[in-house]
């Protein structure tokens, strides 16, 4: 009898392991592609760890598109300045973030430049006219979001203001995706969310290799670094953009003057959180080679390269080879 359990158990055993392997999945989700690998031991916890991280990117995109006219946040747009708003707690503590970072950044990272972003169309190869962006640029001010803490609510102070987070709302995902799986049990993992990547553990006994594209070869990678248990955010000018005239209009615009940035084309930052990465490498993007070090120098835990618009390589102290 206890040999016949112990064969049973031998049989499981070896059935766990045989098992035991690396599930992936992609999908489309948050106007971007999601890419998810995990280490499980068996199919159905390989299969749930996925369709968790994947259900937790919906339910962010149903709350923070600016698309879906029933996402908080677009009810913020259509609402906000004209009274108080109240959020859930997790829009209402990512608002506070976002503004926090505005402070941090010089206000290069602002999510009040929707103000004018939200009239370029990418795909359909719109822009705003040179008068539209004219008469919007005094809305584009972080000052302008005035947050109630007591009651949870968000209001603009100026007529014309409209948030995006779309600089950081992905690498809050990856974040909420990662600590999905660290309470399923999982402890090898890549979550990526367009340009925001965060690695759980390294890939079983080696580092992850993790490229960062050349922004003017989608099929070649400038760089690619073996990384575990941290986070990589990517900014590129070749994410969202269309040429007209010779000049490339991309999806990163300096909110000093509501326009595309062209100081670099591309920024990636290497840090624990995905979130203060994504946010940080849209800021860094925004304020250039010189100032962007600097502030990645004065941040803690933050380092990044940035491929200038020379396609010469700076970076921070850190990381400087
Ligand atoms: P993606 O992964 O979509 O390429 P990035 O991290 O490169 O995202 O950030 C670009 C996105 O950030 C834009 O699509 C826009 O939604 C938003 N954005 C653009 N300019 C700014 C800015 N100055 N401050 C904050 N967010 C911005
Ligand atoms: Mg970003």
């Not at 392991?17 to 998810?36: C, F, H, P, R």
């Not at 006994?205 to 490229?211: D, E, I, L, R």
Request: aromatic residues 8%.
């Amino acid at each position: 009898m206890i040999k016949a359990i112990g064969s049973i158990c031998l049989l499981l055993c070896w059935s766990c392991l045989v098992s035991a392997t690396w599930y992936e999945d992609k999908q489309g989700i948050m106007g971007t592609n999601i890419q998810v690998e995990v280490w499980a031991e068996y199919p159905d916890r390989g299969q749930q760890a996925i369709g968790a991280v994947m259900t937790e990117m919906e339910r962010i995109n149903q709350l923070m598109s600016p698309y879906i006219a029933t996402s908080e946040l677009a009810i913020l747009n259509a609402q906000a300045a004209q009274h108080p708003v109240v959020v859930c707690e997790e829009l209402f503590e990512l608002i506070k973030l976002s503004l926090a970072l505005s402070v941090e950044t010089n206000g290069a990272f602002d999510i009040t430049f929707a103000s004018i972003g939200y009239l370029y169309d990418y795909r359909r190869h719109e822009k705003p006219s040179d008068e539209q962006v004219k008469a919007l640029l005094p809305a584009i001010n972080f000052h302008h979001v005035v947050l109630n803490e007591a009651q949870k609510s968000v209001y603009f102070s100026h007529p014309k203001v409209k948030i995006d987070l779309g600089g950081i709302a992905k690498g809050h995902a990856v974040d909420n995706a990662i600590v999905l799986l660290q309470n399923l049990g999982i402890e090898h993992a890549l979550v990526t969310a367009g340009g925001d990547t965060r690695l759980l553990g390294d890939r079983r006994g080696k580092p992850w290799m993790v490229g960062i594209r050349d922004p003017r070869h989608a099929d070649k990678q400038a760089v690619v670094l073996p990384l575990e248990n941290i986070a990589l955010s990517t900014s590129g000018d070749y994410e969202r953009y269309f040429e007209q005239d010779g000049v490339r209009y991309h999806h990163i615009l300096s909110p000093k003057s509501g326009t595309s940035s062209y100081q670099v084309q591309s920024v990636s930052i290497i840090g624990p959180r995905s979130t203060l990465n994504d946010a940080l490498s849209t800021a860094v993007f925004v304020l250039g080679v010189q100032e962007g070090i600097d502030l990645l120098n004065r941040t803690p835990g933050y380092d990044g390269l940035i491929l200038d618009n020379q396609r010469k390589l700076h970076y921070s102290k850190d990381l400087a080879p």
